[in-house]
């Protein structure tokens, strides 16, 4: 007999696996239960590599008298662990298992260090002694002595021959595909999706069935994406809603969402993200979001740059270099070095083209680490159901065997998936260039209308215990004397502190 001990996210693609389980129609819930517990009856271990959506669960098979704990490919949904005795706990939410009275509570000095450098927490250690993540694409094994980690899928690309044209056509087809499974699902009749100015959410709104867009915007115009995105809305005759944002609402935020969040990060957007979300639940339950496309296409600028054939490429995010982390953190701990989550991956990612393996890094930590951390647990905390389409791995199949020399054209990034965009979009939004989703951050923190709550943080009691207040000072005195760029890592200090201060 097979148990679902704990499950979160959504399977897209139902229909087809009902139909080959024999499952007769059912409520959602109760469909995705029987799809857990008659899939692993049928397929064993290798049940996520037939279900397609956002996942992570955890199956008891009374059988073998064992706990399996599984997590979709890329890892959109999160998935947490600790042994507890002869207890295994996992659960999506970090809190719900550091809280647990058998678990003590003890800050992970190596995560901080690593954190600093990254500006996110990187690879499987967390923030606390002992709890872990699971990484996508894995699973584990507990028999209530021994835990094995497994490894059913890994975001390597093996590029084909084939032309621009073919592989723009093939991304096209898995979009329509994909997108067909999600107006399959008649008990979410209403779904609206987030826009910016971006191809990513363009294309997603025009091949989706949502009704209305929704962005955030600001006073700021060079960071606002509110006007590009109203007129592809108006295009494709959606509905539109854009969430202005103020500073004085953006820091009153902060702190729920580093309480929400389970982890510190220090990316300024997660906070737009969750402002966006919470105005979003007043009239939706449901609602898409485009993230994906950049990691598995090539579309940031770091994946432009050549690095010399003996660097380790440490994802396209990172805020302070060894010696900044040095010099800020009490206790430094030399053996801690910024490569050590992802050298063994970089191993075998390396061997790809160069392009390709800095994607292969990118998907596995930053993606992982940074945007699926914010958007899934944001969007929980605030009550909506966040669906990622091309998240989906299917897409990530096409692009894996993409050679790298399509990807830039004519100074665009990820051209051949523009190249599908283009089909249904207008010219404009599908090579527009890349703004990403920007927040005036850097001007807000050094007004002094706004930011005496961050600065307190700065040089306050816990700040006096992990970090030199006089670098701490140069920093802050080198950043609202003019250096605007020192932003984020005055944002990432700041959201660990404001977190420490939550938990600890």
């Known amino acids: 007999m097979v148990q679902v001990r704990y499950y979160s996210g959504y399977i897209r693609n139902f229909k087809k696996v009902c139909e080959e389980l024999g499952i007769t129609p059912l409520s959602r819930e109760q469909r995705e239960e029987q799809i857990l517990i008659n ?38 949904k999160q998935m947490f662990y600790a042994v507890a005795g002869d207890e295994l706990l996992c659960s999506g939410d970090i809190d719900a298992i550091v809280t647990d009275s058998r678990i003590e509570k003890r800050l992970n000095m190596r995560m901080l260090q690593q954190y600093l450098f990254y500006g996110y927490p990187i690879g499987e250690e967390t923030f606390y002694e ?105 295009h494709f005759n959606k509905g539109f809603r854009v969430k202005m944002i103020t500073p004085e609402a953006y820091f009153e935020r902060i702190p729920t969402v580093m309480d929400k969040m389970g982890q510190p990060l220090g990316d300024a957007s997660a906070v737009a993200f969750s402002i966006g ?60 070095k910024p490569s050590d989550p992802l050298m063994e991956l970089w191993e075998e990612a390396k061997q790809e083209d160069q392009l390709d393996s800095k994607l292969t890094m990118d998907i596995s930590f930053w993606l992982d680490g940074d945007i699926y951390l914010n958007t899934d647990r944001t969007s929980t905390a605030c009550g909506i159901e966040l669906h990622t389409p091309f998240s989906d791995y ?17 100074e665009q990034n990820k051209y051949v998936f523009r190249k599908a965009a283009s089909s249904i979009l207008p010219y404009e939004s599908a090579f ?73």
Request: hydrophobic residues 40%; negative net charge; aromatic residues 16%.
């Open 39 to 76: 899939g692993f009856e049928k397929w064993g271990t290798e049940l996520p590599e037939h279900i397609f959506g956002a996942f992570a669960f955890a199956l008891y098979d009374d059988a073998a008298d064992k706990l399996y704990v599984f997590r979709d490919p890329v890892g959109q």
């Open 130 to 234: 002992g709890v872990y993540k699971l990484g996508g694409g894995h699973f584990l094994e507990w028999d209530g002595k021994s835990l094995k980690k497994n490894c059913y899928f890994k975001p390597l690309f093996r590029p084909e021959d084939k032309s621009i044209d073919e592989f723009a056509d093939e991304i096209k087809a898995v979009v329509t595909e994909i997108l067909e499974e999600e107006r399959a699902d008649t008990e979410l009749p209403y779904k609206e999706s987030f826009l910016s100015g971006g191809v990513d959410s363009s294309y997603l709104l025009a091949a989706s069935d949502a009704q209305c867009a929704n962005t955030v915007g600001y006073e700021e115009a060079d960071f606002s994406e509110a006007h590009l995105a109203r007129q592809t809305a108006e």
């Open 277 to 336: 979300c919470q105005a979003v639940k007043e009239h939706a339950d449901v609602v898409y979001s485009g993230e994906g496309i950049d990691e598995f296409f090539g579309g940031y600028n770091a994946h432009k740059r050549k690095i010399p054939s003996d660097w380790v490429y440490l994802t396209c995010s990172h805020i302070m270099n060894t010696d900044v982390v040095k010099a800020l953190m009490i206790d430094f701990d030399e053996n801690v």
């Open 394 to 410: 299917r897409l990530f199949e096409v692009a894996s065997r993409i050679p790298s020399e399509y990807q830039f054209r004519e």
């Open 432 to 504: 527009r260039k890349k703004v990403g989703f920007p927040v005036p951050v850097r001007q807000w923190l050094a007004d002094e209308r706004y930011n005496q709550p961050v600065k307190e943080k700065l040089f306050g009691r816990s700040s006096q215990t992990f970090f030199d207040q006089d670098q701490m000072k140069d920093l802050w005195e080198r950043f609202v004397g003019g250096e605007s760029l020192l932003w984020n890592r005055v944002y990432a200090i700041y959201a660990f502190l404001l977190w420490y201060d939550l938990k600890f």
